[in-house]
């Protein structure tokens, strides 16, 4: 009789040395999904090989999820560039498909939202695409609501979703 061997899973703060690891999750996902740099997706981010010095910075936080010491996802929150100060954006939440289906999503989420309710921010903005359904559901699960316009200046110009949510 085999067992199975029990999976360890930590979700954690990003440090430097994710750096390549989180930027590799994020790549192949963005490819699994066909969202590529030449549209403007997280792939053309030019800090996206540097996310922990990207996310030191004042009310921001990035959390990676590792399975067996493998990191496989992360998510974050920062103040939005070029929005009011009371605004932050969640960003970056891309998770491998081994960790899909599990609500790692929606915790890593709600662990952004707790923090930046803790920084002084009162409202919540995303982007996002349409082609990523669960994403836009969990959102809308959350409370954020859909807006008909971008907020700040994010870059991202195929994001055709873009919500909002009170904290």
């Not at 989180?22 to 740099?37: C, D, Q």
């Not at 995303?126 to 359904?133: C, I, P, R």
């Amino acid at each position: 009789m085999t067992t199975a061997t029990p999976v360890r899973l930590l979700v954690r703060p990003i440090t430097a040395e994710d750096n390549a690891a989180i930027a590799n999750v994020i790549r192949e996902v963005s490819a699994e999904h066909g969202l590529t740099a030449d549209k403007g997706y997280t792939v053309s981010d030019p800090n996206l090989d540097s996310l922990y010095q990207l996310y030191s910075l004042p009310r921001s936080a990035y959390w990676v999820i590792e399975v067996d010491g493998r990191i496989a996802g992360g998510g974050g929150v920062a103040p939005l560039q070029g929005g009011e100060e009371d605004i932050c954006e969640l960003q970056k939440m891309y998770f491998l498909p081994m960790l899909r289906g599990q609500g790692l999503a929606k915790r890593l989420a709600l662990q952004a939202l707790d923090f930046a309710r803790q920084h002084g921010f009162r409202r919540c903005y995303l982007e996002t695409t349409a082609s990523l359904t669960q994403a836009v559901g969990l959102y809308e699960h959350l409370g954020f609501e859909h807006i008909g316009h971008a907020m700040g200046a994010t870059g991202h110009v195929d994001c055709e979703v873009t919500m909002l949510k009170t904290l």
